[in-house]
Structures are given as structure tokens and as C-alpha cells.
């Protein structure tokens, strides 16, 4: 029932959160493989492909999509400290081209925490990263699917070219990409990548670098695998075995000397070349002087901070974007002219168009509304029912009521004007206030900062908040019945009927229950 999370006991009414907490729900059968998670469920690549939201993968569909893990369809493979293959395969119903990594079962024993790893993981979207679109734990087994990139990695482009060395102003755009993908994570709070290096940075159908999302798992459960050289490892990992997100930085500092060297040039070296002036010794001859000093010398600079020893002294990911974002040059030419390669044309059969079910109850006036995608009559029939459900989700104590607690309800009243009035942004600012204070949980904000979304055409953020609607409130009717809007409006019509069936439902077993 509901697509949000684990389990949840019915009728319960749970009493405040702390801020960001999420509770855990029921489990959905029909929904269990299109949570809505990440700051986009379903946002382009860079063919302009909706990346799905991330799936459990059977391992007949796995082992049928590549070639039953065919030799000639593996595209690498690790060292002895963390042993597994990344396989190139294509799924038959989507004709999709994935990736699958392979892990052995002594990498993750538990296949509850690996599943868990992977949803985590499978929860960011971004056009700068090869997202993950599923996993599997069958048996022993355990696989990543992953986003194909077909124009290999950055390893491949500088340090084993055929036709050409990558041009400065592409080594630019790789750089400041990958720090944006980097960015992105940390800030949806998934800061830590694991041995983040020139492999780990593909090339899509455009040619547009992308950050792998392997690097978002550890190589295995303990996370005590950093398959890169040591002299490329951070000093504090091999002090304490543990990544951190200073850690990640350290390892972008790597990638910053490779785009700057053309080759693989320890840190520690790199470090003493750069205090003695010698950074025409450290760039890469083969791009013979095509570059602009000031610029080499800023990215010096940056790869300098990245690489300090003491993690406190190294930049954060914002000061990345920051300094390179500056330094972008012929952003008009495609990537793909820029690296010297044809433009990939990835042709895909479309999926068959699903006729629409019907649903199965007698629809209230909200579930008729939500049913005709009507957004006007929501926000009517939300506007006249007010707060009146909220009663019950929230038990506080007198100390409660402070000038913050005074603060939060003054920023809902501002939102329910803007609501009323039908200011959708100010709507939404308001109430994300209310919500980000955390000491009171209503559904009916979240109900209305989600037909605000929906208004703002932003269905997959109107997909979360309907969810955590139904967190706070495990049998509102309201909280399916916007579920299944924005399910609609992510075009996922089978989701959006199971969701308005699983509201009347609800509705009918109220009516019931209130009857004498």
C-alpha cells in the first residue's frame, strides 16, 4: 500500500520527527520498483532518454541480457582486492544498453544490506553521472545495472588514445562535470565515493564526461578495498582504512593531475613539482603548448588544495564548481567533436503504450478529480477541507510552543494564503519552511505543497511529498489519491490506478467505520 517505504502499524499516528526523518510505510507489490527518490525519478540522459526509476533485477534478465555474462561482453574488470567484472549487455524488453557489475558473494555476504546499499545509491539523478537503474540479489549473486556509456573512460582518452589526446579546453569541461556530479551528491547527501579515478569517468553518446555511480557503493561490505595504487590512495585512508567525503577530494586532485600530466604521476611527485615551480614540467607534452598558462595554473592551484595532506585543508565540493565553472571555454563545440569521435546514435524500440485500467471502486469527488487529473478541483476541495485530518499526527507538550514553534505556524498560515490565492512558489517556499523546522508533521502540508509541485510541473518532488504524507498518515485516502496524480504525471498510468483503487478503498472502510 503507498510507495515510501518498509512497514508501518496501522492506525498509528506517529508523534513528531526529527527533521528529515522519513518513517517507514507498507509495502507496495505494485510499486516496490518505482520509488520516487533523488532530486529527478525519471530525468534525461544525454540522448534525451528517461533514466527509469532503479528496479530489482531477476538474474535471468541480468544473465539473458549479457549474453549469459559472455567473455567478450566484459568492458573491465578489477584487481585481486575487490575481484568483479562490469559486463556490457542489453535489456530485451527496452532494448536499453546497460551496464552490470558483478560482485562475488564473499564481497557482500548479506544480500539485505547490499539491496539497501543499492537502493541508497539508486535514489540520485543527474545528467553529469551514469545513474544506477537497478540491482540483483539472487542466490549468491550480487549486480549493479547501470546507465551504458559507450565512448569508454577517461583512462582509455588520456593515457591509451589512438587518434588523439584530448584537447585542453575538453580536459576543462571533463574537470568541472565531474565536479558537478560531485557537488550533486553531496548535496543530496551521499557525499562519500569510493576510489573515485580516471576509470571511473565515462563518456556518454554525446561524448559528455559522466561520473560512473559504482563509485557511490563500496567495493565490498566493509569498504576495506581501495583498488587503486597506494601512491594514488588518501593519506587517511591508509591510516584508518575509512573514506571520507575530504577523502573524495583527494581523489579528484588525482584526476586533476591527469588531465594535467596526460599520464599517472604519483601525488607526492606531482606536490614537489608544483612547490618547485615546475609546472611546464608537469603538463602533458602531447598537448604542445595549446593551453592557456593562467588557466593551467588555476587548476595547478586547485589540484595543490585538493592534495593536501590534512583533510581540513582541502577544498569542498562547491569550491570546485566555484573555481572551474569560470574556466569553461567552447562550450558551444558538442563534446564528442572535441574528443574526436562520430556522434553514437543508440536506437531503442519504444515500449508499447499501456491502455488505461479502470478502477475497480466508486470514486469520491477527490478520487474523481485526481482520476481526471484535474488540478483545479484539487486545490479546491483541499482549500474547503483545510487541516480537519491533521488531527491526531502531532502530540506536543507545552515547552513546545516557543517563539520557533510560533515562527513555523506563522510560515504554514503565509502558505495557506498563498494556496488559497493560488501562488503556487510562495505556497511552496512557506510550507518547505514549516517542514524543514520539524516540529510538527502535518499531511495536509505536504498534500498541498505536493499539488503545488504538480502545479509547477515538478511531479517526481509532488510524488515525495504525497509520500511523506502517507508516512505521517499511513490510511489517508488523500496521500494515494496524489501519489496517483503524480504517478500519472510521470507517466507510470498501471502505478497511478493501483494508487487511486488503494485510496477508494480507504474511503469506503472509512464510510464504513463512521456509520453507527
Known amino acids: 500500500m503507498g510507495c515510501c517505504g518498509s512497514s508501518l502499524r496501522t492506525g498509528t499516528h506517529p508523534a513528531k520527527k526529527p527533521p528529515g526523518s522519513l518513517p517507514p510505510r507498507r509495502p507496495s507489490p505494485t510499486l516496490k520498483q518505482h520509488q520516487a527518490t533523488g532530486s529527478s525519478t525519471a530525468r534525461p540522459g544525454a540522448a534525451g532518454r528517461q533514466v527509469p526509476p532503479v528496479k530489482e533485477f531477476s538474474l535471468a534478465e541480468l544473465r539473458a541480457a549479457t549474453g549469459g555474462f559472455a567473455a567478450e561482453n566484459i568492458v573491465s574488470e578489477s584487481g585481486e582486492k575487490a575481484p568483479n567484472f562490469v559486463y556490457k549487455g542489453r535489456l530485451e524488453a527496452s532494448r536499453r544498453a546497460i551496464a552490470v557489475k558483478k560482485f562475488t558473494k564473499v564481497a557482500w555476504p548479506d544480500a539485505k544490506q547490499f539491496a539497501e546499499e543499492a537502493k541508497g545509491a539508486g535514489k540520485l539523478r543527474h545528467c553529469r553521472m551514469a545513474n544506477l537503474i537497478g540491482y540483483c540479489c539472487d542466490g549468491d549473486e550480487r549486480l549493479l545495472v547501470a546507465e551504458f556509456m559507450p565512448n569508454d573512460t577517461l583512462a582509455k582518452h588520456l593515457f591509451h ?4 589526446t584530448i584537447e585542453w579546453a575538453m580536459r576543462l569541461r571533463v574537470a ?26 565515462l563518456f556518454d553518446e554525446n561524448g559528455d564526461p559522466r561520473l560512473s555511480c559504482f563509485g557511490l557503493m563500496k567495493n565490498s561490505r566493509d569498504g576495506k578495498s581501495y583498488s587503486t595504487n597506494l601512491a594514488y590512495t588518501p593519506p587517511e585512508y591508509l591510516r584508518n582504512g575509512r573514506v571520507t567525503s575530504e577523502s573524495v577530494i583527494y581523489s579528484f586532485g588525482t584526476i586533476l593531475l591527469d588531465l594535467l600530466s596526460g599520464k599517472r604521476i604519483p601525488p607526492s611527485r606531482a606536490l614537489e613539482m608544483i612547490k618547485g615551480n615546475n609546472i611546464q614540467v608537469l603538463m602533458d607534452s602531447h598537448l604542445e603548448g595549446n593551453y592557456s598558462t593562467e588557466e593551467a595554473t588555476t587548476l ?44 553514437h546514435e543508440e536506437e531503442e524500440e519504444p515500449e508499447p503504450p499501456t491502455p488505461a485500467p479502470q478502477p475497480q471502486h466508486p470514486l469520491s469527488p477527490m478520487g474523481e478529480a485526481c482520476s481526471r487529473m484535474d488540478l483545479t478541483a484539487i486545490h479546491q476541495i483541499l482549500v474547503n477541507t483545510h487541516y480537519r485530518d491533521d488531527e491526531g499526527t502531532n502530540e506536543l507538550s507545552f515547552q513546545e510552543w516557543t517563539q520557533q514553534m510560533r515562527d513555523m505556524l506563522e510560515a504554514r498560515k503565509r502558505g495557506d494564503f498563498a494556496f488559497r490565492d493560488k501562488d503556487f512558489k510562495a505556497a511552496i517556499d512557506c510550507y518547505t519552511q514549516f ?15 505536493s499539488l503545488c ?7 517526481d518532488a509532488a510524488l515525495r511529498d504525497a509520500m511523506q504524507a502517507q508516512c505521517v498518515y499511513p490510511d489517508w485516502p488523500t496521500a494515494f489519491y496524489m501519489q496517483a496524480v503524480a504517478l500519472s504525471k510521470l507517466n507510470m ?24
Open 161 to 164: 588514445w589512438e587518434n588523439q
Open 435 to 449: 517542514v524543514d523546522v520539524g516540529t510538527m508533521v502535518s499531511p495536509t502540508v505536504y498534500a498541498r505543497r
Open 176 to 201: 568541472y562535470y565531474i565536479a558537478e556530479a560531485l557537488e550533486y551528491c553531496s548535496t543530496e547527501g551521499r557525499p562519500l565515493y569510493h576510489d573515485l579515478n580516471a576509470y571511473r569517468v
Open 300 to 343: 595547478v592551484d586547485l589540484a595543490s588544495q585538493c592534495l593536501q595532506y590534512e583533510p581540513r585543508d582541502r577544498p569542498n565540493t562547491k569550491k570546485l564548481v566555484s573555481v572551474l565553472g569560470p574556466l569553461q571555454i567552447k562550450s558551444e563545440v558538442p563534446s564528442y567533436v572535441m574528443l574526436g569521435i562520430p556522434k
Open 453 to 459: 509541485h504538480l502545479m509547477c510541473d515538478q511531479p
Open 493 to 516: 498510468q498501471s502505478d497511478a490506478m493501483d494508487m487511486l483503487n488503494e485510496a477508494s478503498q480507504l474511503e469506503e472502510k472509512r464510510q464504513k467505520n463512521s456509520k453507527p
